[in-house]
């Protein structure tokens, strides 16, 4: 059974600050690696995806990577109210397969 | 811009009663998922079409559950003879398909089945 494992939360951030979300996986031939946002009642959007260890930057969010500890993060700067949703973590095993496995994902409050 | 759209948004069914979902995919995207999310519960693969390929059918619950992709374009998920724990939003995602598990699905608004 693969699985994408995330802690459920709630997650409360001061705004202003930096939120930390975390996801680990069982499968070490995970091949890429995404983080959605969902509002509540809405439907999943992407923030980001990773395929290679390290760091991706993209404005305030960076996601890291590190396929040996099978772990995969989302770091949020200057956490904005707006940021307040559900963070899914999602991942892709087979190459050339798009399917997704979804963690259960982390429910983020900032509070103002 | 035309996004992914599903219908109904809502459907209210009693046990036992067949229900038909309708995705229509972003234009261009070869590839087509359905998901479903129960409450409190995280997103879960159901079926993946890809082009002309055999669907991947390993998520689908039961042999309750099948889904057909008519023309590359249109995609409906069928449910027979449903039972309350079918109740849960059902989405549909595409995406551009290409071969390396990289590509952004797109998400619908999801159809938000209630089976009394």
């Known amino acids: 059974q693969k699985e994408v494992e995330q802690n459920s939360g709630p997650l409360s951030v001061p705004e202003g600050a930096i939120a930390s979300l975390n996801c680990t996986y069982s499968?070490?031939?995970?091949?890429?690696f995404f983080w959605y946002r969902q509002y509540s009642g809405k439907s999943p959007e992407l923030i980001m995806f990773i395929y290679s260890n390290g760091d991706k930057e993209d404005g305030r969010f960076t996601a890291q990577l590190n396929k040996a500890s099978q772990y995969v993060s989302l770091l949020i700067r200057d956490s904005q109210p707006s940021d307040s949703a559900t963070y899914l973590c999602?991942?892709?095993?087979?190459?050339?397969?798009?399917?997704?496995?979804f963690g259960t994902g982390t429910r983020l409050t900032i509070i103002p | 811009g035309a996004g992914v759209s599903q219908s109904p948004s809502n459907k209210v069914t009693e046990k036992g009663k067949d229900v038909e979902l309708r995705c229509d995919p972003i234009s261009g995207h070869t590839a087509l998922y359905w998901y479903r999310q129960s409450l409190g519960q995280g997103l879960e693969f159901l079926i993946y079409f890809q082009g002309n390929s055999a669907p991947d059918k390993s998520g689908l619950p039961s042999d309750r559950f099948s889904a057909e992709r008519t023309g590359g374009s249109v995609s409906t998920l069928t449910i027979q003879r449903t039972q309350q724990e079918d109740s849960a939003v059902y989405l549909c995602a595409s995406s551009l398909g290409g071969l390396y598990g990289q590509e952004t699905q797109y998400f619908g608004p999801g159809t938000r089945l209630l089976v009394l």
């Open positions: 499968d070490r031939g995970s091949q890429s």
């Open positions: 999602a991942v892709t095993y087979d190459f050339g397969n798009e399917k997704l496995t």
